[in-house]
């Protein structure tokens, strides 16, 4: 079984990032390959990391502003936008409105809490961006994705990850 599990660098206001944190803290696996993104909206970087490491379960992690509980993301939507000031356009035209995730992640306990969708930044981007490819190209991998707000503990975040990880290896 092979996993990849990747988050984000810092961006915009924030100096840290926490799953960057999280996946540095991962220890090292032959079967679980770790990335940190830079915040940008760069199909070939998410694209390239699947081609490359040819994962079985595929776990995006990304920081969300606000909120007490972490959100397990059901669905991208086909829209990005850099700022609130910004109008939304279509991460591909002509495609599927939404895409939905294939990783079942439920029983996490009471601090996690399924959305329905993350937004239209660059964490919704990557997974629309991971979503379509494996469809279009018939790929069997499993896809999850989960927001963790910036100032939830990390001791806390970080154990369910790994959780999610062991998870994900046995199945």
């Known amino acids: ?11 915009k206001d924030f100096k840290t990032n926490i799953t960057q944190k ?3 803290k991962l220890p090292r696996s032959a079967n679980v390959k770790k990335i940190v993104f830079p915040v940008r909206f760069d199909k070939a970087q998410f694209i390239a990391a699947v081609e490359k490491h040819r994962p079985n379960v595929i776990l995006g992690l990304g920081q969300c502003g606000s909120g007490k509980d972490l959100r397990i993301e059901r669905r991208a939507v086909n829209r990005r936008r850099d700022s609130k000031e910004e109008q939304g ?9 939404s895409l939905g995730t294939t990783l079942k992640l439920d029983g996490l306990g009471k601090q996690a809490h399924t959305s329905g969708s993350a937004g239209d930044y660059v964490c ?7 979503l379509d490819y494996l469809r279009r190209y018939g790929k069997k991998a499993r896809y999850g994705f989960i927001h963790i707000p910036h100032n939830y503990p990390f001791d806390r975040a970080f154990r369910l990850v790994r959780r999610v990880i062991g998870i994900a290896c046995r199945t």
Request: glycine share 10%; net charge positive.
């Open 89 to 97: 356009r279509p991460i591909r035209r002509g495609a599927a409105t």
């Open 1 to 11: 079984m092979r996993v990849l599990v990747y988050g984000f660098g810092p961006y």
């Open 124 to 130: 919704n981007f990557s997974m629309y961006v991971m």
């Open 22 to 24: 999280i996946i540095r």
